[in-house]
């Protein structure tokens, strides 16, 4: 599968964007997908994932209450909704998908078969 992230820019602080990563292939409904981060000098980190049917969601600590993962399996698409946004969320951010539905916390990168390219969101204070 083949995964392409959209939707990143440039926002100030308090503001949202939304992430979309659209997926090739007719398989996308059975991917566990995830979102991933990574920030300048630091490591790739977990920011949340989706169930392959939606309902399942996990989320980082740091994002909770302010990220919202969501997912249109007609479209073949997973969305990320980015409210309250703060400088420290500055980062690239990754769409990925595992194909192992199994997995009970997919929040590890090691679990994920396949990664899009990534989108820059910057946000300004």
């Known amino acids: 599968v083949q995964l392409q992230a959209s939707g990143g820019g440039l926002v100030q602080a308090g503001g949202s964007l939304r992430l979309s ?8 409904s059975s991917y566990v997908m995830g979102w991933f981060r990574q ?3 630091k490591e790739r980190e977990f920011v ?7 309902r399942s969601t996990y989320y980082a600590d740091s994002v909770k209450g302010r990220f ?6 007609a479209k073949n698409t997973v969305y990320l909704q980015m409210n309250s946004l703060k400088p420290e969320d500055t980062a690239v ?13 997919p929040t ?5 078969d396949y990664w899009g ?9």
Do not use: L, M
């Open 21 to 28: 990563c659209a997926a090739s292939g007719r398989t996308f």
């Open 39 to 41: 920030a300048p000098g």
């Open 48 to 54: 949340t994932a989706i169930s392959w049917r939606g």
């Open 68 to 73: 919202t993962i969501s997912r249109d399996n």
């Open 93 to 105: 951010y990754y769409c990925a998908a595992a194909r192992d539905i199994t997995i009970a916390t």
């Open 108 to 112: 590890k990168n090691k679990e994920y």
């Open 117 to 125: 390219h990534g989108t820059q969101v910057t946000v300004s204070s």
